[in-house]
């Protein structure tokens, strides 16, 4: 779930640098040469990257983005050959004004003494010269050109910086909890009778064997009071997120590639594992160079093109909205045993929050995303811990990222029982920069908006851990959350169903 000047000082944060496309510059093609006219055109921090290249190599190597941890001093190198380039451009132009000024005294070759040693009597002479001069100016600029994309492209594949408040490493800092343990004693029988894909086939909930059929694996149907469920999650979130100020938008699912990518989502990750799902062009539209277009991995993509080319007015921040979207991710299957169920799934609904704020203010909007996303699971009576994540676990637009994870009883033998069901991250202006949205201050100055975004629920965990948690094996029926009743058609408790 996914740039700037930090909310606080501290060398770590000091700005935020550009975006990482999935490709290394120096064995693919140049990321500008890929991108479609129509894309926004990127507006990158350079500067600060030249004058910090220390800072971007170790925030690379902190955030496990080895192989772009060389690219700030790249571009350090790269930038010193285009200043060589500029002053043996600037003494060539130079020369090629002073040639055309004596072109221009036509008394020069009419005949008449010619009192100047340093001027030719040739005429001819003096324009092969000219043309000489203007060639060599020419293949200079193409020189210059050519660094600049090249220290462009390396600058977008670069992560954002990272927050003081981040853990540097691989291990999450532990902030609290939420709601008493249930810690109920664990039995054998706990990964049969309290999985939740056990629980849906006993209770006829979900079908997993007839999606496999239809889509393969890793889709799934949900049926009877578990598509109830979906949707009352869907309107509870909706609800709270809008009573704390947020507008309802509903996003659209497909998005431009280039969209995409300048969110901060690759194609492949650092692993090279496949993530997005791009939808393959005809051949006619490919000849054509019409823009490839992708299912967008979540809600934050289209919320974040929404003002892409576009410049906003600091009084209308800043602007939270809030919607529902199938989300589509690719990787689902690769992660192996915990794969199965609900866990993780190549399609799923999620409620998104997203935010654009003035720079620097990020972190209020932040704060309110957490406090409905505790409220709401808080609600639902669901044990979870909040974590701070560490610079391992950032994706490449956030400076700062925090995660709650619930306690799954089918769970209790991977990561404690603990899994991630909702997540919160600042972008800073690593977004706006590359989508070109700006904000207009109040004296005129443009700048760049920062972004938040956060889950408010996403479904297939949270109905996951309602089902295991809302168990009784006594019973042999799942309670509903109170809370969402009123979208539940009357029902309480979800009960094994008659057979007739």
Partial sequence: MCCSRPVV???????????SPSRCFSTSPSVQSLRPSIAPKPSIDIKHIRQNPELYSQNCLDRNYKSQAEHPLKIVKLFNEWRTLQQEGRSLREK??????????SKTFSGRENTDQSIPEDKESVLEEARGLKQQIGQIEAQEDAINAEIEDLALELPNLTSAETPIGNSPKILGYINNHPDPPSTASDRLWRNHVHIANELDLIDFSAAGVTSGWGWYYLKN??????????????????????????????????????CGFRPRDQGGEQQVYTIQQSPGDHAKGKPELSLAGTAEIP????????????????????GPSRCYRAE?????????????????????????????????????????QTHILRSLGLHCRILEQPTADLGASAVRK????????????????????????????????RLATRVRAGDGRM?????????????PRVLAALLENGWDERTRAVRVPEVLWPWMHGVREIERKRRG
């Avoid at 090629?96 to 005294?105: A, E, G, I, P, Y």
């Fill in 225 to 262: 009071e578990a598509a109830l469920l979906e949707q009352a999650l869907v309107q509870y979130a909706l609800q709270t997120a809008t009573q704390n100020g947020f507008t309802v938008v509903s996003p659209p699912s497909i998005v431009y590639s280039h969209i995409s990518s300048a």
């Fill in 402 to 433: 925090q995660d709650i994870e619930t306690f799954f009883p089918s769970r209790r033998d991977r990561d404690g029982g603990w899994g991630e069901v909702t997540s919160a991250s600042i972008c800073t202006d690593y977004q706006t920069r």
């Fill in 332 to 372: 689902a299957g690769g992660r192996g045993v915990e794969t199965k169920g609900l866990y993780r799934v190549h399609e799923f609904t999620k409620v998104e929050m997203f935010a654009w704020t003035q720079p620097g203010a990020a972190t209020p909007l932040f704060e309110r995303m957490l406090a409905i």
């Fill in 96 to 105: 090629n004004n002073s040639l055309r000024t004596t072109l221009s005294h």
């Fill in 447 to 459: 700048g760049f908006p920062h972004t938040v975004n956060g889950t408010a629920v996403a479904v």
């Fill in 9 to 19: 000082s501290v060398p770590r944060y000091a700005r935020s640098s550009l975006c």
């Fill in 303 to 322: 919320f974040a093109g929404m003002n892409a080319n576009t410049d906003l007015d600091a009084s209308a921040l800043p602007h939270p909205i809030v």
